[in-house]
């Protein structure tokens, strides 16, 4: 097995952790898309589109999100809101094929088709959607766009790509007025709630080529860091159970999990406690470290009496399993000498407590 000289890793690496953690992802404000889980898909995200596009709708924004469409097109000089009205916003127009387009808007003179694309690749038949369109409103100035969140190059010259970014910055530099209009309250949060979607897209998006770049290129060491990691790991996991042996000659067993951003090494002792009442290191993310204790088996009628034979001054107590479990946890963090203090005071408290001397 590879050993590693962990002094001149640590030094070496030191300025790749810190490059690294520009590549956390920021925790992000919930929208009431994403609470739904489905803010990234196709469907739901032109659903939205259609009715902020349409301006007879009720959300009183007039043409906002389709104007902004429109001069992202260069071609907003062209179509003259005054006297050309919108009169028909489709959602999933069937053409003679069976294929749907995304969203179609048509005024008195003319007619604009959209696909959008959050993620997946461009493999829509567009010639035949540009058949549909002729046929279907034959006459009018006819336009193609392709909404997406990454560049995309259409196949047809037809097609104009819009981008995501552009169209979020569009909007954004000219919702103001709407925004403070108080008749429109709701459909002000449900905008910005959308644009906030959005935002949240473009920033996975991006954040994705650059963290997949740094990955690429520092390959090699990440994995000595996961490799420094795991032996760290190891070795707390070796000294704690020492510290347990220490006062009692008794069969250790242990194992790791990961909760969010700690690492918890719980310790079994099923000779001396009960089979699944166990002891934990937990390791903090700033490398500090707290203690808890799970403690199973305890009949209902004799909790809270335990509880009081349990509890210690420092910790805080809980229930789990519908109750079934007594939980206890330190208030403060250590460093990792008076970790190992906690848990040796903690060993002999439990030793005391559940094995107590004939």
Same mark, same amino acid.
């Given at each position: 097995m590879?050993?590693?000289?962990?002094?001149?890793?640590?030094?070496?690496?030191?300025?790749?952790?810190?490059e690294?953690?520009?590549?956390?992802?920021?925790?992000?404000e919930k929208?009431?898309?994403?609470?739904g889980?489905?803010?990234?898909?196709?469907? %739901?995200?032109?659903d939205?589109?259609?009715?902020?596009?349409?301006?007879r709708?009720? +959300?009183?924004?007039?043409?906002?999100?389709?104007?902004?469409?429109?001069?992202?097109?260069?071609?907003?000089?062209?179509?003259?809101?005054?006297?050309?009205?919108?009169?028909?916003?489709?959602?999933?127009?069937?053409?003679?094929?069976?294929?749907?387009?995304?969203?179609?808007?048509?005024?008195e003179?003319?007619?604009l088709?959209?696909?959008?694309?959050?993620?997946h =690749?461009?493999?829509? %038949?567009?010639?035949?959607?540009? =058949?549909?369109?002729?046929?279907?409103?034959?006459g009018?100035?006819?336009?193609?766009?392709?909404?997406? /969140?990454?560049?995309?190059?259409?196949?047809?010259?037809?097609?104009?790509?819009?981008?995501?970014?552009?169209? +979020?910055?569009e909007?954004?530099?000219?919702?103001?007025?709407?925004?403070?209009?108080?008749s429109?309250?709701?459909?002000?949060?449900?905008?910005?709630?959308?644009?906030?979607?959005?935002?949240e897209?473009?920033?996975?998006?991006?954040?994705d +080529?650059?963290?997949i770049?740094?990955?690429?290129?520092n $390959?090699?060491?990440?994995q000595d860091?996961?490799?420094?990691?795991?032996? $760290? /790991?190891?070795?707390?996991?070796?000294?704690?159970?020492?510290?347990?042996?220490?006062?009692?000659?008794?069969?250790?067993?242990?194992k790791?999990?990961?909760w969010?951003?700690?690492?918890?090494?719980?310790?079994?002792?099923?000779?001396?406690w009960?089979?699944?009442?166990n002891?934990v290191?937990?390791?903090? %993310?700033?490398g500090?470290?707290?203690?808890?204790?799970?403690?199973?088996?305890?009949?209902e009628?004799?909790?809270?009496?335990?509880?009081?034979?349990? +509890?210690?001054?420092?910790?805080r107590?809980?229930?789990?399993?519908?109750?079934?479990i007594?939980c206890?946890?330190?208030?403060?963090?250590?460093?990792?000498?008076?970790?190992?203090?906690?848990?040796?005071?903690?060993?002999?408290?439990?030793?005391?407590?559940?094995?107590? %001397?004939?």
């Amino acid at each position: 097995m590879r050993r590693l000289n962990y002094s001149s890793l640590i030094e070496k690496y030191e300025e790749l952790l810190e490059e690294s953690a520009k590549y956390k992802q920021p925790k992000r404000e919930k929208t009431v898309f994403s609470i739904g889980g489905r803010g990234h898909y196709e469907n %739901p995200v032109s659903d939205v589109l259609a009715f902020f596009t349409d301006p007879r709708e009720e +959300h009183q924004f007039g043409t906002l999100l389709l104007s902004s469409i429109l001069r992202l097109l260069n071609i907003d000089e062209e179509i003259d809101f005054e006297s050309d009205t919108v009169e028909v916003v489709e959602r999933e127009a069937v053409t003679q094929k069976g294929n749907r387009i995304d969203l179609v808007i048509a005024g008195e003179g003319w007619v604009l088709a959209i696909e959008n694309k959050i993620y997946h =690749e461009l493999l829509n %038949p567009l010639e035949d959607y540009e =058949e549909f369109i002729q046929s279907r409103y034959p006459g009018k100035a006819a336009y193609y766009a392709i909404l997406s /969140i990454n560049k995309t190059n259409p196949v047809s010259n037809e097609w104009k790509n819009i981008l995501y970014k552009d169209l +979020h910055a569009e909007v954004k530099n000219n919702a103001g007025p709407y925004m403070f209009n108080s008749s429109n309250a709701k459909w002000s949060f449900f905008l910005n709630d959308f644009l906030l979607n959005i935002e949240e897209l473009i920033g996975e998006n991006e954040m994705d +080529h650059e963290m997949i770049d740094f990955v690429e290129k520092n $390959y090699a060491g990440i994995q000595d860091l996961i490799k420094i990691k795991e032996d $760290y /790991i190891n070795a707390l996991k070796k000294n704690f159970t020492e510290v347990i042996k220490k006062i009692s000659a008794t069969k250790v067993i242990d194992k790791t999990h990961t909760w969010n951003d700690k690492t918890a090494l719980r310790f079994f002792c099923p000779k001396l406690w009960e089979e699944k009442t166990n002891l934990v290191l937990v390791i903090l %993310p700033d490398g500090k470290y707290k203690v808890y204790f799970y403690v199973y088996g305890i009949e209902e009628e004799k909790q809270e009496s335990e509880i009081k034979r349990l +509890h210690r001054a420092g910790y805080r107590q809980w229930k789990e399993g519908r109750g079934s479990i007594l939980c206890f946890k330190t208030e403060e963090s250590f460093d990792l000498d008076g970790a190992k203090e906690e848990f040796e005071q903690m060993v002999q408290h439990l030793n005391w407590c559940l094995s107590p %001397p004939e």
